[in-house]
């Protein structure tokens, strides 16, 4: 198995050192699902949810996540993205979020690619949650990777793009 990088000889938490690092590009992309009632899907889709635009305001509260991922998440690097993109798929069923982050540095983005998914998804929730508490967020991960010296990573169970 191999060595954590967050842990220093002697155990202890920190922050890795990406100082010798090659700046490449970098993308992560990051899933993750809200299931709700057929009623609470259709107010979303024909715009009655009295607090606005859920899917608008989720979009922007994933792309705003993503810049603060460091602010979050103890031992992630502040970095400088290029891009986030955030795709909800409303169906019957619920909403699928899709979030995509870019960067040229000398750390990936899968992190803020996860946090933009999760924090769309909890946006969804606060939104429309009078018209249905039992929502369930679910399946959040990692679809794919790209840049860095670990190279490429894509989902192995065909769920990736």
Do not use: N
């Not at 990692?142 to 793009?161: E, F, V």
């Amino acid at each position: 198995m191999s060595r954590l990088t967050h842990l220093d000889d002697d155990g202890s938490a920190h922050m890795v050192d990406v100082s010798a690092k090659a700046v490449t590009a970098r993308q992560a992309v990051a899933t993750g699902r809200i299931g709700m009632s057929a009623e609470a899907a259709a107010a979303i889709a024909q715009g009655l949810v009295k607090k606005g635009d859920v899917l608008a305001v989720a979009r922007v509260a994933g792309i705003m996540a993503a810049k603060r991922t460091a602010d979050l998440i103890p031992l992630c690097h502040p970095i400088a993205l290029s891009s986030v993109s955030i795709d909800l798929d409303l169906d019957e069923g619920g909403v699928t979020v899709t979030a995509t982050a870019k960067t040229a540095g000398q750390t990936g983005v899968e992190m803020e690619a996860l946090t933009a998914a999760t924090v769309a998804l909890l946006t969804v929730y606060d939104m429309a949650k009078a018209l249905d508490k039992g929502m369930v967020i679910g399946d959040v991960r990692l679809l794919t990777k790209t840049g860095g010296k670990s190279g490429d990573w894509i989902a192995k169970d065909g769920r990736a793009p």
